[in-house]
């Protein structure tokens, strides 16, 4: 009984044992491609989601980049900076490039009467530097008729070349606008100017400027 039963019984195992072993190893082919095919798909999908992300890096290396090299510009603008290096000179050293009233103004924070100065109604093309250090700081562009009887811009050439500071003598605060390289006193700044443009008024000691005539051919 026991070899019948085993011989009835070993062929029906072994043709199962074949079945379950054919199904298994075409389940494991299938799932097998199936993976793959997944596995490509997502390396595919990352490739792309990469390739992406790489162009995105890149788009946002070029700004970055664009933005360093900018950042580095005032970086090699320092140079540019030193330029506004202080000048720096002893009360004597002004006194013997400046005279009495240029002194008096730039180096002791005085003002001149009012219609006094030399630029005043002054109408020429050109810019109006520091009699002190001769940096640049107002352009005949900018010059508007205030009717105070002092020359008058509705904003400085470069805002770093001047500064800006709370001047509170007089018994009532004004903003006194200063040479950003030599700290000559210049004037003040009051926000009535003209609204068309700035509204900023630069009231400036005609005694505090040396125009520089625009060059004829720069004009044309
Ligand atoms: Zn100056």
Known sequence: MAPCKFRKFAPQSIERRVSIV????????????????DVA?????????TAVNAEDSKTEERPGTMRESDKSEPGKSEPGKNQLAKVVKTDEEWRQILTAEQFKIT???????????????HKNEGTYNCVCCGLELFASQH???SGT???????PV????????????????????LCNRCDAHLGHVFNDGPTETTGMRYCINSAALKFDEADETEEE
């Open 22 to 37: 054919a199904l298994i190893v075409l389940t494991t082919a299938f799932t097998g491609c199936q993976q793959q095919a």
């Open 41 to 49: 798909k997502r390396e595919d999908v990352v490739d792309t989601t």
């Open 107 to 121: 180096r002791r924070k005085g003002t001149e009467r009012a219609g006094s100065g030399e630029y005043a109604v």
């Open 143 to 145: 010059k508007f008729d």
């Open 149 to 155: 009887g002092w020359p008058s811009f509705d904003r």
């Open 158 to 177: 470069r805002k770093e070349h001047v500064a800006e500071e709370e001047d509170r003598s007089l018994f009532r605060t004004r903003v006194e606008v």
